[in-house]
């Protein structure tokens, strides 16, 4: 670093010495940051404790609310007077994002397929 720095004039000094400042206290910043979210994230839902939350299919449409969890179906009540029931096996979820539970498959597919 010394060989580089005896190259470059006092101005481009201030320069660089102002970006790696500013590189310095914003990564830093940055990483602080994401650790502290992280650390703070809640804890690992069970399946159970999905009861009552939204399912959403591929398609990004709202096909109700978890009524029961099984080892093998996630059963779906959709509507209040005329009540669907959707039992999606467990292999067709997704993935769930914190507020939804997300299914590989798209909404005809669940009408097509898991409703009874």
Do not use: C, Q
Not at 32 to 53: F, Q
């Amino acid at each position: 670093m010394r060989f580089i720095a005896s190259y470059l004039s006092l101005h481009d000094k201030k320069i660089v010495s102002i970006i790696i400042k500013y590189l310095f206290e914003h990564v830093l910043f940055s990483v602080i940051m994401t650790v502290s979210s992280s650390s703070s994230e809640e804890p690992r839902k069970s399946w159970m404790d999905l009861i009552n939350e939204s399912v959403h299919t591929s398609d990004d449409i709202d096909i109700g609310d978890i009524m029961a969890v099984s080892r093998d179906f996630v059963v779906v009540k959709r509507g209040f007077v005329n009540v669907h029931y959707y039992y999606i096996t467990i292999s067709k979820v997704e993935g769930w994002d914190g507020h939804v539970l997300w299914l590989k498959i798209t909404e005809s597919e669940v009408k097509e397929n898991y409703e009874r």
